[in-house]
């Protein structure tokens, strides 16, 4: 079992910039280095997306391409806590931002094992 906590969405204007963070708990005795993270998002009326993954695997990382080169995502494995630094925003990255976890060696459109409740992201133009 894990327990994601999401937090940093926000309100920011069209060419800003946010950092998401999601803070993990594991009860399962398996350590936060073990798990592949990912981010995934959903916007009004739309299903849900993924955005970007890191693998417990090297950090090896994929990335949506809407958000290639604007989206970062790293994590602290001594603080369980994973990152997704959004830059260059646009009105289209609005969603609620989902943090996940899995132990696959990466995440992909599937989906993932376990799930946070989500952060809202609103974009501006």
């Known amino acids: 079992q894990v327990q994601l906590v999401e937090s940093g969405g926000g309100l920011v204007q069209a060419g800003g910039s946010l950092r998401l963070s999601c803070a993990a708990s594991?009860?399962?005795?398996?350590?936060?280095?073990?798990?592949?993270l990912g981010w995934f998002r959903q916007a009004p009326g739309k299903g849900r997306e993924f955005v970007s993954t890191?693998?417990?695997?090297?950090?090896?990382?994929k990335y949506a391409d809407s958000v290639k080169g604007r989206f970062t995502i790293s994590r602290d494995n001594a603080k369980n806590t994973v990152y997704l630094q959004m830059n260059s925003l646009k009105p289209d990255d609005t969603a609620v931002y989902y943090c996940?976890?899995?132990?696959?060696?990466?995440?992909?459109?599937?989906?993932?094992?376990?799930w946070g409740q989500g952060t809202q992201v609103t974009v501006s133009s």
């Open positions: 594991t009860a399962s005795g398996r350590t936060f280095s073990r798990y592949t």
């Open positions: 890191i693998s417990w695997i090297n950090d090896n990382q």
């Open positions: 996940a976890a899995d132990l696959r060696d990466m995440l992909g459109s599937d989906g993932a094992a376990y």
